[in-house]
């Protein structure tokens, strides 16, 4: 071999992968040259930890700006990771050779602020960087967007173009899908019979075709020899023609990441010997080979921006690979590339089987009769459309009508479980990683809470010291806004002692961790860092009170003086009801978690009690005089200090001075109606009105000369909404015939006001709730008394009793009960 062994890959490839390693035991180069950033290079030996599992990640990230950050995922069937495991395994010299993520990162900030101040700016690579920005923890665009090429036009640079090297490629091919086209040329070979087919040719879609560019001279992509660097040579040819046709292809920032590779590949040549190997993107091959001088490349690096940096390694997931789940770098199917990766022969046999595995765990009958029919069919359709192989659409097309009926709802489920897969990696404890990092894993493992990338359901039971400090932990996190966890409403019990969490992880974790690793080393201190930080400067005093509630389920009782003072001085200054009535509510859920969490909750009552007064006294002068919106938002306080109230510890003794706020609410006539008919309601459920006087209000507020809209405000705030009015009305027969004989009465010119009002009234109900109720205006008023047993009716019910259906419940009943045959008489009678 004369001169370096550049290996022009596709990141992510299984095909790619496999090539590689062949390359490399055919050449076994004195070093390996990987792009990626150089600052890794202190990390590389433990890729050969056994702890270390793929698919897993580089990740540099700003010290100054932990939020700003980037990514180099790999996995088991990525080329990269392949050349490093094999020249750890030999004890061969490895590098990273890309430009060094102290320059990207600050490229990237520089580029944002590009983009900020124009409509075009600079765009992360589609094919070719491992690396995807992630300001502030979050992804990179997933892909840059496909151009259709056309020779002939002005310059790329000109018109901001950027292109996919293998679509172009795909598309001279004849392909209209450039998966499909990688998948039959390098995915599949070796795979299956090596049958020359005009599509695996660059130049096979015909010169000058209208389908794409023609590449004259570059040869066939799929090699009928056994030399394992054939492929590369073939592939770096293409990628010659397509760069001298477009340059760098849009991809500016391109130079200088080729010019830092060249610099390294002549040191590492001046090291090593000629010899030495070189794995990168394809598109980057032609740069690598080309002749240049070092004084011209380093003037391309001159006046980059820097930042200081730090990296580690981080687990990694299938699902974070996934194009469409935000990874620039990424791939549509890594599941199916792993498996591909992964079997040692008859892959769409072992492929149906697989699926067949999933589906049978889901209870749906599959045989072995169905995995032989799919793989037929799979075979039949790749013949068909003249692949090497059965790739991934001829297999979902085979299971859709094998396997699936016909139906996509399965198929939903194979995409996730197995085409993009939930497989998390693992990094090894020795892995460089900020204190809080650490100190959260110590607490996974102390707790047995491992991080998953599967979601899952997780209910705690906080009478028991392990699921209260699991709580603990996952309150502390959402404090510092690292979201593995999100509060969910339980299936069980709905006391204070049961919660319920929806977890999941996720690799961008890392960096919130990284970025919350500012406020403290451990957990605890850097939540109760941060909750004093939110408490000092909180504006409104609703945030303060959710803080509070934040801290006493974090249990964070060194932040909780703090947070209380914040409280006591912004509730004495705030003079506004609606911010009273906004910050009440999160202060009584707070004072229920005192017997639960053994958490001293004095001084927080008191505080609760002083607001419960203010409401009392600011709230009837509050209501009056309100619009529409005002009067809505008002309801919604209404509601939320009504059941506050009912947490108080003093509950009593508030709870009279509330009822008697809410009496002068519902009979004050300047008060809106949605809030008058919400007291009538509340004093209703409480038992503080008589059911008498129910009637006599809403006869009132029901009356002729109260206009149309009042009138319809008043019912919504009466009956409206999730809390049981349409029940209300169903048992109460009185009220119905109120509001039907109301609703009779509205004039015409009148009706198509107040019908929005009355459609989101009764929409709220359940569907058998607003069945009764038109079966009951039906029907009209029930009769006194029945035909039958001649005894007085219950509103809302028929006028005897049907007993025929009444018998057909009394051996479920019997069965409930435990009664046996003897004593089934006396439960009829």
């Given at each position: 071999?004369?001169?370096?062994?550049?290996?022009?890959?596709?990141?992510?490839?299984?095909?790619?992968?496999?090539?590689?390693?062949?390359?490399?035991?055919?050449?076994?180069?004195?070093?390996v040259?990987?792009?990626?950033?150089?600052?890794?290079?202190?990390?590389?030996a433990?890729?050969?930890?056994?702890?270390?599992?793929p698919?897993?990640?580089?990740?540099?990230?700003?010290?100054?700006?932990?939020?700003?950050?980037?990514?180099?995922?790999?996995?088991?069937?990525?080329?990269?990771?392949?050349?490093?495991?094999?020249?750890?395994a030999?004890?061969?010299?490895?590098?990273?050779?890309?430009?060094?993520?102290?320059?990207?990162?600050?490229?990237?900030?520089?580029?944002?602020?590009?983009?900020?101040?124009?409509?075009?700016?600079?765009v992360?690579?589609?094919?070719?960087?491992?690396?995807?920005?992630?300001?502030?923890?979050?992804?990179?665009?997933?892909?840059?967007?496909?151009?259709?090429?056309?020779?002939?036009?002005?310059?790329?640079?000109?018109?901001?173009?950027?292109?996919?090297?293998?679509?172009?490629l795909?598309?001279?091919?004849?392909?209209?899908?450039?998966?499909?086209?990688?998948?039959?040329?390098?995915?599949?070979?070796?795979?299956?019979?090596?049958?020359?087919?005009?599509?695996?040719?660059?130049?096979?879609?015909?010169s000058?075709?209208?389908?794409?560019?023609?590449?004259?001279g570059?040869?066939a992509?799929?090699?009928?020899?056994?030399?394992?660097?054939?492929?590369?040579?073939?592939?770096?040819?293409?990628?010659?023609?397509?760069?001298?046709m477009?340059?760098h292809?849009?991809?500016?920032?391109?130079?200088?990441?080729?010019?830092?590779?060249?610099?390294?590949?002549?040191a590492?040549?001046?090291?090593f010997?000629?010899?030495?190997?070189?794995?990168?993107?394809?598109?980057?091959?032609?740069?690598?080979?080309?002749?240049?001088?070092?004084?011209?490349d380093?003037?391309?690096?001159?006046g980059?921006?820097?930042?200081?940096?730090?990296?580690?390694?981080?687990?990694?997931?299938?699902?974070?690979?996934?194009r469409?789940?935000?990874?620039?770098?990424?791939?549509?199917?890594?599941?199916?590339?792993g498996?591909?990766?992964?079997?040692?022969?008859?892959?769409?046999?072992?492929?149906?089987?697989k699926?067949?595995?999933?589906?049978?765990?889901?209870?749906?009958?599959?045989?072995?009769?169905?995995?032989?029919?799919?793989?037929?069919?799979?075979?039949?359709l790749?013949a068909?459309?003249?692949?090497?192989?059965?790739?991934?659409?001829?297999?979902?097309?085979?299971?859709?009508?094998?396997?699936?009926?016909?139906?996509?709802v399965?198929?939903?489920?194979?995409?996730?479980?197995?085409?993009?897969?939930?497989v998390l990696?693992?990094?090894?404890?020795?892995?460089?990683?900020?204190?809080?990092?650490?100190?959260?894993?110590?607490?996974?493992?102390?707790?047995r809470?491992?991080p998953?990338?599967?979601?899952?359901?997780?209910?705690?039971?906080?009478?028991?010291?392990?699921d209260?400090?699991?709580?603990r932990?996952?309150?502390?996190?959402?404090?510092?806004?690292?979201?593995?966890?999100?509060?969910?409403?339980?299936?069980?019990?709905?006391?204070?002692?049961r919660?319920?969490?929806?977890?999941?992880?996720?690799p961008?974790?890392?960096?919130?961790?990284?970025?919350?690793?500012?406020?403290?080393?451990?957990?605890?201190?850097?939540?109760?860092?941060?909750?004093?930080?939110?408490?000092?400067?909180a504006?409104?005093?609703?945030?303060v009170?959710a803080?509070?509630?934040?801290?006493l389920?974090?249990?964070?009782?060194?932040?909780l003086?703090?947070?209380?003072?914040a409280?006591?001085?912004?509730?004495?200054?705030?003079?506004d009801?609606?911010?009273?009535?906004?910050?009440?509510?999160?202060?009584?859920?707070?004072?229920?978690?005192?017997?639960?969490?053994?958490?001293?909750?004095?001084?927080?009552?008191?505080?609760?009690?002083g607001?419960?007064?203010?409401?009392?006294?600011?709230?009837?002068?509050?209501?009056?005089?309100?619009d529409?919106?005002?009067?809505?938002?008002?309801?919604?306080?209404?509601?939320?200090?009504?059941?506050?109230?009912?947490?108080?510890?003093?509950a009593?003794?508030?709870?009279?001075?509330?009822?008697?706020?809410?009496?002068?609410?519902?009979a004050?006539?300047t008060?809106?109606?949605?809030?008058?008919?919400?007291?009538?309601?509340?004093?209703?459920?409480?038992?503080?009105?008589?059911?008498?006087?129910?009637a006599?209000?809403?006869?009132?507020?029901?009356?002729?000369?109260t206009?149309?809209?009042?009138?319809?405000?008043?019912?919504?705030?009466?009956?409206?909404?999730?809390?049981?009015?349409?029940?209300?009305?169903?048992?109460?027969?009185?009220?119905?015939?109120?509001?039907?004989?109301?609703?009779?009465?509205?004039?015409?010119d009148?009706?198509?006001?107040?019908?929005?009002?009355?459609r989101?009234?009764?929409?709220?109900?359940?569907?058998?709730?607003?069945?009764?109720l038109?079966?009951?205006?039906?029907?009209?008023?029930?009769?006194?008394?029945?035909?039958?047993?001649?005894?007085?009716?219950?509103?809302?019910?028929?006028?005897?009793?049907?007993?025929?259906?009444?018998?057909?419940?009394?051996?479920?009943?019997?069965?409930?009960?435990?009664?046996?045959?003897?004593?089934?008489?006396?439960?009829?009678?």
């Amino acid at each position: 071999m004369t001169g370096p062994l550049l290996l022009g890959v596709r990141h992510h490839g299984p095909g790619s992968a496999r090539a590689v390693r062949a390359a490399l035991e055919a050449a076994s180069p004195p070093a390996v040259l990987i792009e990626g950033p150089p600052e890794g290079d202190a990390l590389l030996a433990l890729a050969a930890d056994e702890q270390m599992r793929p698919p897993v990640a580089l990740l540099a990230h700003a010290v100054d700006d932990p939020g700003r950050a980037a990514f180099w995922p790999l996995a088991e069937f990525s080329p990269e990771w392949v050349a490093l495991r094999w020249a750890l395994a030999r004890g061969v010299p490895v590098r990273f050779i890309d430009l060094p993520a102290a320059h990207s990162l600050a490229l990237a900030a520089a580029e944002e602020s590009a983009d900020a101040a124009g409509p075009e700016g600079p765009v992360p690579d589609g094919e070719e960087p491992l690396a995807g920005r992630a300001p502030a923890g979050a992804d990179a665009e997933a892909g840059d967007p496909e151009w259709d090429i056309v020779p002939g036009q002005e310059p790329l640079e000109a018109r901001g173009v950027r292109i996919d090297p293998i679509a172009v490629l795909a598309e001279t091919a004849g392909y209209d899908d450039p998966e499909r086209w990688w998948e039959d040329v390098i995915e599949h070979r070796g795979s299956a019979a090596e049958a020359p087919s005009p599509h695996a040719s660059v130049s096979g879609a015909g010169s000058g075709s209208a389908d794409g560019p023609c590449l004259e001279g570059a040869p066939a992509l799929r090699s009928q020899g056994a030399d394992p660097c054939a492929p590369f040579v073939a592939l770096g040819e293409a990628m010659a023609a397509l760069r001298e046709m477009y340059g760098h292809g849009g991809h500016e920032r391109d130079l200088a990441r080729e010019a830092h590779m060249r610099i390294q590949l002549r040191a590492a040549r001046k090291e090593f010997g000629d010899d030495v190997a070189v794995v990168c993107g394809a598109w980057h091959v032609p740069a690598l080979a080309a002749k240049t001088t070092v004084a011209a490349d380093k003037a391309l690096l001159k006046g980059l921006p820097k930042v200081k940096t730090e990296m580690t390694w981080v687990p990694w997931t299938h699902r974070r690979l996934a194009r469409h789940s935000g990874y620039g770098a990424g791939i549509d199917s890594p599941g199916w590339y792993g498996h591909l990766f992964g079997a040692p022969d008859r892959p769409v046999e072992r492929w149906m089987t697989k699926v067949a595995g999933l589906l049978r765990d889901e209870d749906r009958m599959v045989s072995s009769a169905h995995v032989i029919e799919a793989v037929r069919l799979a075979d039949t359709l790749a013949a068909m459309r003249g692949r090497p192989l059965a790739g991934l659409t001829e297999t979902t097309d085979a299971i859709r009508a094998v396997m699936c009926d016909g139906s996509d709802v399965p198929l939903d489920l194979i995409r996730d479980r197995l085409i993009v897969g939930d497989v998390l990696g693992e990094v090894p404890d020795a892995a460089p990683a900020v204190p809080l990092q650490r100190d959260l894993s110590r607490l996974q493992r102390s707790l047995r809470l491992k991080p998953e990338a599967l979601e899952r359901e997780l209910d705690l039971d906080l009478r028991k010291e392990t699921d209260a400090a699991k709580s603990r932990l996952l309150h502390r996190l959402r404090l510092l806004a690292i979201g593995w966890g999100e509060p969910v409403t339980g299936r069980g019990s709905t006391g204070t002692f049961r919660e319920s969490w929806r977890l999941r992880w996720e690799p961008e974790l890392f960096v919130r961790v990284a970025e919350a690793g500012v406020w403290g080393t451990t957990v605890l201190s850097a939540a109760t860092a941060k909750a004093e930080n939110r408490a000092v400067s909180a504006a409104a005093l609703a945030d303060v009170t959710a803080l509070a509630e934040q801290c006493l389920l974090a249990e964070l009782p060194d932040a909780l003086p703090v947070v209380m003072k914040a409280l006591a001085d912004r509730a004495a200054l705030d003079t506004d009801v609606g911010h009273l009535a906004q910050a009440l509510p999160a202060l009584a859920r707070s004072l229920r978690y005192g017997d639960v969490r053994s958490t001293d909750t004095a001084a927080l009552g008191e505080v609760a009690a002083g607001l419960a007064e203010r409401i009392c006294v600011g709230l009837p002068p509050a209501c009056t005089g309100l619009d529409a919106d005002g009067a809505a938002e008002m309801r919604s306080h209404l509601d939320g200090v009504h059941t506050a109230i009912g947490l108080l510890p003093k509950a009593r003794e508030v709870g009279e001075r509330w009822g008697s706020v809410l009496h002068r609410l519902a009979a004050r006539d300047t008060v809106p109606g949605v809030i008058r008919g919400r007291a009538a309601r509340l004093l209703l459920d409480d038992g503080r009105l008589a059911e008498d006087e129910a009637a006599r209000l809403m006869a009132f507020a029901l009356s002729p000369g109260t206009p149309p809209a009042e009138a319809a405000a008043w019912i919504e705030g009466f009956v409206g909404g999730a809390s049981g009015g349409g029940m209300l009305l169903v048992h109460d027969e009185r009220l119905l015939t109120l509001v039907d004989a109301w609703l009779t009465s509205v004039p015409a010119d009148a009706f198509t006001d107040v019908l929005p009002l009355l459609r989101r009234t009764f929409s709220a109900y359940e569907s058998g709730v607003r069945r009764t109720l038109g079966e009951l205006v039906r029907r009209g008023p029930a009769a006194a008394s029945g035909p039958v047993h001649a005894a007085p009716t219950m509103p809302g019910f028929g006028p005897g009793l049907d007993e025929p259906r009444a018998d057909a419940v009394l051996p479920v009943l019997q069965l409930l009960l435990g009664i046996d045959d003897n004593d089934h008489a006396g439960v009829a009678r």
